[in-house]
């Protein structure tokens, strides 16, 4: 089974658009491989030796068959510092603060979990470890 995670920003119920700027300022040090405008696919690569396939659109960056590891250091910084939400195939959408929950959309509204913008946080939620 694959596992995908989605970061989106949300406002007032909907997703709104991501700052690219800061997209590409996050994973830039990671880059092995990207378009110019990030749209036609990134592949990154972390510290530890993982390569990562990364869809990048206006209103969000998707991840499939993720890593354990340093990949969990660009998503804690990358929802850091969009202010992101977390929404994953497979768990409950992570949020930062309780703050975030009144923006999302009322039928994931219930279920949001308040995780740590952390490396071991998020790994922990996403891996079950």
């Keep these: 089974m ?15 658009p991501l700052d690219m700027q800061l997209v590409r300022e996050v994973l830039e040090p990671y880059v092995v491989t990207a378009g110019a405008d990030l749209a036609d696919g990134v592949l990154i690569r972390t510290a530890d030796g993982f390569e990562v396939d990364v869809d990048v659109n206006e209103v ?11 990949f969990f250091d660009v998503l804690a910084t990358l929802v850091d510092r969009l202010g992101a939400t977390v929404l994953s195939s497979d768990r409950p959408v992570v949020i930062r603060s309780e703050r975030d929950r009144a923006e999302l959309s009322e039928d994931i509204r219930e279920g949001a979990v308040v995780v740590a913008t952390t490396a071991p ?7 079950g470890s």
């Design 121 to 127: 946080a998020l790994e922990g939620h996403f891996t």
């Design 60 to 70: 969000c960056v998707s991840v499939s068959r993720y890593p354990a590891g340093q």
């Design 2 to 16: 694959s596992r995908t995670l989605f970061v989106l920003r949300y406002r007032g119920g909907e997703p709104e």
